[in-house]
């Protein structure tokens, strides 16, 4: 069974950074594309970024290129997500994906 744990999310000032992290288990972790979503309050769940099997490319999506970078650890079966100069409206509990299975979130919230 997988499971997905994020962590790493909290309360930051706009312009600061927050590296958020997803351990998983339960699978050959280096065989599966890994994404990031988040859902903030009020609105639709959302992609953010891609990251391709074993050491593969990565996509991100328009809000946050630039700004956020994801990577995959296949030796700790992590993935994450580095997010800089965030935004309000980055606020939003972000979650871990891999084919159909998420974790519980983190959230992250951008405020003076």
């Known amino acids: 069974q997988v499971h997905l744990v994020e962590s790493g999310g909290g309360l930051v000032q706009p312009g600061g950074s927050l590296k958020l992290s997803c351990a998983a288990s339960?699978?050959?972790?280096?065989?599966?594309?890994m994404n990031w979503y988040r859902q903030a309050p009020g609105k639709e769940r959302e992609a953010v970024a891609h990251?391709?099997?074993?050491?593969?490319?990565?996509r991100y999506e328009a809000p946050v290129k630039d700004r956020f970078r994801i990577s995959r650890d296949n030796v700790n079966n992590i993935v994450h997500l580095i997010m800089d100069n965030l935004m309000p409206e980055d606020t939003a509990v972000y979650y871990c994906?891999?084919?159909?299975?998420w974790g519980q979130g983190t959230r992250v919230t951008v405020s003076p």
């Open positions: 990251l391709k099997k074993y050491s593969g490319g990565a």
């Open positions: 994906n891999v084919g159909d299975d």
């Open positions: 339960g699978l050959h972790f280096w065989e599966y594309d």
